[in-house]
Nanobody, 123 residues
């Protein structure tokens, strides 16, 4: 059974930083793409960033230059370093993985999801 567990969320002031982690278990993830998504209250879940098994990355325009996605395949862990946080970054952040290696921003292309971690940025 594939499990993804996010951690690292919290309350931070605007301009601050947080580092999210996603611990994966149940299979070897090194060959598969992983991603971060977020969902703000009253809004649809949206793409944040994705990384392939080889380390290729892609970001939403709203976070480009502020967020950095990375992975440690030896530890089966995905990370999201978030800098220069803004109040509009407030959301529940989810990690996800898929059964294929290629990058995608489409929510339905991801097969497994974590339970989410809350990030709140105060102004």
């Amino acid at each position: 059974q594939v499990q993804l567990v996010e951690s690292g969320g919290g309350l931070v002031q605007a301009g601050g930083s947080l580092r999210l982690s996603c611990a994966a278990s149940g299979r070897t993830f090194s060959s598969y793409a992983m991603g971060w998504f977020r969902q703000a209250p009253g809004k649809e879940r949206e793409f944040v960033s994705t990384i392939s098994g080889l380390g290729n990355t892609y970001y939403a325009d709203s976070v480009k230059g502020r967020f950095t996605i990375s992975r440690n395949n030896a530890k089966n862990t995905l990370y999201l370093q978030m800098n220069s946080l803004k109040p509009e970054d407030t959301a529940v952040y989810y990690c996800a993985t898929r059964r294929r290696p290629g990058l995608t921003v489409t929510i339905s292309d991801y097969d497994f999801w974590g339970q989410g971690t809350q990030v709140t940025v105060s102004s």
